[in-house]
């Protein structure tokens, strides 16, 4: 739709931002249709989802600096909302987002990436956060998410300079997990988002939650939402079925079998 991609692969999805012309810089109808694909995505039968922006270039040349330009306080604060809302609801969406990183992701690039549950990049790729040299903080969630994923003092150094790293020194700092040719980019993403589909989905949501939730937890209670959910696994058909296939195999390695996993 519009300006985003959304394509359903069997298990996994891929959401691609589509406004190539201008880096697939975040306007509000690009931000609009990113919301309603992420509305529209199905649970059921997508267990895994990929991000990637359209073209060669580019990723996310970060958010609209022509629209951003004349907004008023009250119009900025209203955009900066539209935006973390959608960069939220991609972060606690249960299912997993991984963001192909295929050229820049600047500003709001960077900070849409830095919502999503695993990063990886194209040696083409640049990141940073170049608010300050525009006149603005970054104002997707940049302070929050690159502090937390690299540490206060690279992610000072980093928004202070707004100064742009490559792929290389983004995989250093651990903003990426990996690097790879351009023409492999996506490829990777969608191996990695076959292979978390291939497990348990209640399982990897647990997970998910039980990871983005504990962060923000004090040891003790994070460790007793990790229980909570482990119980809530046994619930599942799921469980049964792989712990069930995992003896099978021991009685009998003639009987292993590729566990497809109902979500149930
Ligand atoms: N916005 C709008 N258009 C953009 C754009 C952007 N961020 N980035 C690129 N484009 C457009 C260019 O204007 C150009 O359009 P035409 O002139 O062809 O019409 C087209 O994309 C191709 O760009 P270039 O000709 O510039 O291509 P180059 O290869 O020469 O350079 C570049 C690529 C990525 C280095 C350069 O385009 C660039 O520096 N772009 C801006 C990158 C940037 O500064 N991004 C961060 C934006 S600030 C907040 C909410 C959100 C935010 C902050 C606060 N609140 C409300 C609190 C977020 C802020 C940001 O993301």
Not at 42 to 55: F, I, S, Y
Not at 156 to 173: C, F, V
């Amino acid at each position: 739709m519009g300006f985003v991609d959304y394509e359903v692969k069997g298990n996994y999805a891929v959401i691609t931002i589509n406004r190539e012309k201008a880096l697939n810089a975040l306007n509000s109808e690009v931000l609009e249709d990113l919301d309603k694909v992420l509305d529209g995505i199905d649970p059921d039968t997508v267990r895994a989802v990929v991000l990637t922006g359209a073209g060669e270039k580019s990723f996310v040349a970060g958010a609209d600096i022509g629209e951003m330009s004349t907004l008023t306080k009250a119009e900025g604060e209203a955009f900066g909302k539209k935006g973390n809302d959608i960069f939220r609801k991609l972060e606690t969406c249960p299912i997993p987002f991984i963001a192909a990183i295929n050229g820049f992701a600047l500003g709001g690039g960077c900070e849409i990436a830095m919502s999503c549950d695993i990063r990886i990049a194209s040696e083409n790729a640049m990141f940073g956060q170049p608010e300050v040299g525009l006149g603005i903080t970054p104002g997707f969630g940049g302070t929050q998410r690159l502090a937390r994923l690299v540490g206060p003092g690279m992610a000072k150094q980093l928004i202070y300079t707004a100064r742009n790293i490559k792929a290389d020194e983004a995989l250093r700092i651990g903003l990426v997990n990996a690097v790879y040719p351009a023409e492999e980019l996506l490829a990777e993403a969608e191996k990695l988002a076959g292979m978390i589909a291939g497990n348990a989905p209640i399982a990897v949501r647990a997970c998910k939650k039980a990871i983005n939730e504990g962060l923000e937890l004090p040891m003790d209670e994070a460790i007793a939402l990790e229980e909570k959910l482990f119980g809530s696994c046994f619930e599942s058909e799921d469980q049964k079925e792989g712990m069930a296939n995992f003896l099978r195999k021991k009685d009998d390695p003639a009987k292993v079998k590729h566990v497809a996993f109902q979500n149930k």
